[in-house]
């Protein structure tokens, strides 16, 4: 694209630039404006750029200019978005379980760019923070922790969902034959665990690793002892 073709752009890259350089804490200057144009193959003046941000003042973008000496400096107040909503729509994303994490990155991508650079770098650490706890929620059974382990889960088909809704939609699921597969996680073996096991019923067996398979025998004795 020619520079006379951005030129005419102007208006739009200098929204752009507001809306991903400024926000409540963080404002541009004229020149940093200027010079921000420039990057795009667009002249400006301070002149010019006085009518134009009064333009997309009217537009009804939120630009709120202030004055220090002779320095003018402008920024973006209010968002369609604040960022605690958008925190909020990371952290829903992020416990959406039905949401493979592939997906869940390019949404977050997006809900990043409705910020500017400076709250989109503390959407981005809170994501890093928000998948470690998911994934830390998944392996956790109740209250109570335990030792983590991988552990082998024969299911019936009908299961799938169960497996899903509780380990996430990335977990892998090896088909056995027409009827049955096995899911391979990562869980917190407690009693809570094995409970959860018992409680799906003759659908569901726990088959490794035989140390797990132990205290679901040794629990077992205990609940007959118990409740008999």
């Not at 909503?85 to 977050?108: G, M, P, R, W, Y």
């Not at 407690?190 to 726990?206: D, K």
């Amino acid at each position: 694209m020619s520079k006379s073709s951005n030129q005419k752009l102007k208006l739009i890259y200098l929204m752009k630039i507001l809306l991903e350089w400024t926000d409540e804490t963080h404002s541009i200057t004229m020149p940093e404006s200027i010079e921000a144009l420039a990057a795009y193959d667009i002249s400006a003046e301070c002149k010019s750029l006085y009518n134009d941000n009064e333009n997309l003042r009217v537009y009804g973008l939120d630009v709120i200019g202030t004055q220090e000496d002779r320095t003018y400096s402008y920024h973006i107040g209010n968002r369609q978005f604040e960022l605690a909503k958008l925190k909020l729509l990371v952290d829903s994303v992020q416990s959406a379980k039905f949401i493979t994490a592939k997906k869940s990155n390019e949404l977050i991508k997006k809900i990043e760019g409705l910020a500017s650079k400076y709250e989109a770098s503390q959407l981005h650490r809170q994501a890093f923070k928000s998948f470690d706890m998911v994934a830390y929620a998944r392996k956790m059974f109740g209250m109570y922790g335990g030792k983590e382990e991988w552990v082998c889960i024969e299911c019936d088909n009908s299961f799938a969902g169960v497996m899903i809704d509780r380990f996430g939609k990335d977990v892998s699921m090896i088909r056995l034959d027409d009827k049955r597969f096995v899911v391979n996680v990562e869980v917190a073996v407690s009693r809570q665990f094995l409970a959860w096991i018992i409680g799906l019923g003759e659908g569901v067996t726990l088959a490794g690793p035989d140390s797990v398979v132990e205290m679901m025998n040794a629990e077992i004795d205990r609940l007959i002892k118990q409740y008999k």
